[in-house]
């Protein structure tokens, strides 16, 4: 068991990103599963939403709260694929079976706790005086679209720019204390708020290789937005803006999806090292195939 984390170099962030393409090039089929399951319900949510918006509503937040075991069973197949096996298909299930699940989803108390924080900050920052007038200029805006540059300029932009770049701030602190607590809770033994611990640790430990990954993400996540702005609208011709843009929403959670947890299994890796043992994953697998 390894909770002493390593220090790396800076251009470790750019192999992490490295690492989680030639991961998915290697073996596609099990995490594209994994992605689409969760694609799948997000396109679900979003049509009931049209019909039933509560009920459309509650079934995106119950996919948000299970997001935790989605990036866990891409971190269990990359995993397995670094041992020189190829991933199952059973991914999913195999999280199950860890008996990890309540600790898996305890990590998504920073970003709770970030939300909430900021709910309070808009709140305070903003005022209740300029909220409500935000919304009738919302609404003015959406009945008289023409009239959208002079209404824009009654928003208290000032105030919503300090409230947005706080916020930031605190996402990007509750992302530290998470990063790496999946892979740590799963191969690692530890509990979560142990897991969360060691990943801020590590985090901060190796600030540079975290920022430069993070700026080498974003600038993939932009191509491959583009990319998909070109498919989606050669989609609308065809088949409309509406199916346009459910189309190009499932296709990019069924690639940014695995490249998360891929990429997390690989920073994970070079910053707290491979436990040469892991009896939750073991156990985990044997239920599902005999070994010699």
């Known amino acids: ?41 997000v396109l679900v949510a979003t049509l009931l939403m049209k ?36 991933p199952g298909m059973d991914l999913l299930p195999r999280v199950h079976a860890t008996g990890k699940m309540s600790q898996l989803l305890l990590t998504l108390l920073p970003q709770i706790t970030a939300g909430l924080i900021s709910g309070f900050l808009l709140y305070f920052m903003v005022g209740s005086q300029n909220l409500s007038h ?26 919503f720019g ?11 602190i509750a992302a530290m204390f998470t990063f790496l607590a999946i892979p740590q809770i799963l191969f690692n033994g530890r509990r979560s708020m142990d897991a969360m611990r060691d990943s801020f640790r590590g985090v901060t430990g190796n600030l540079t290789a975290v920022i430069l990954g993070f700026i080498f993400f974003v600038i993939t996540v932009l191509a491959i937005l583009v990319a998909f702005m070109i498919v989606s609208g050669l989609i609308s011709v065809v088949a409309g803006r509406g199916a346009a843009d459910l189309i190009g929403s499932f296709l990019q959670i069924l690639v940014l999806l695995p490249l998360q947890g891929l990429i997390t299994y690989a920073a994970w890796k070079s910053i707290f090292g491979n436990a040469s043992n892991t009896p939750a994953i073991d156990s985990a697998r044997s239920s599902n195939q005999f070994e010699a």
Do not use: C
């Open 134 to 159: 935000t919304i009738e200029v919302l609404e003015a805006i959406q009945n008289n679209p023409q009239a959208q540059t002079e209404l824009m300029k009654e928003l208290p932009l000032a105030e």
């Open 51 to 86: 019909g039933s918006p509560v009920f459309g509503m509650l079934v995106l937040l119950v996919l948000t709260l299970m997001q935790p075991i989605f990036v866990a069973a891409l971190v269990l197949g990359a995993h397995e694929a670094d041992a020189g096996q190829r």
């Open 162 to 172: 300090r409230w947005a770049l706080l916020s930031l701030v605190l996402g990007l």
């Open 1 to 41: 068991m390894n909770n002493q984390s390593n220090k790396v170099p800076a251009s470790s962030g750019a192999q992490w990103i490295l690492d989680g393409f030639a991961a998915f090039r290697a073996a596609p089929g099990p995490y594209l599963l994994v992605a689409g399951t969760y694609a799948a319900g």
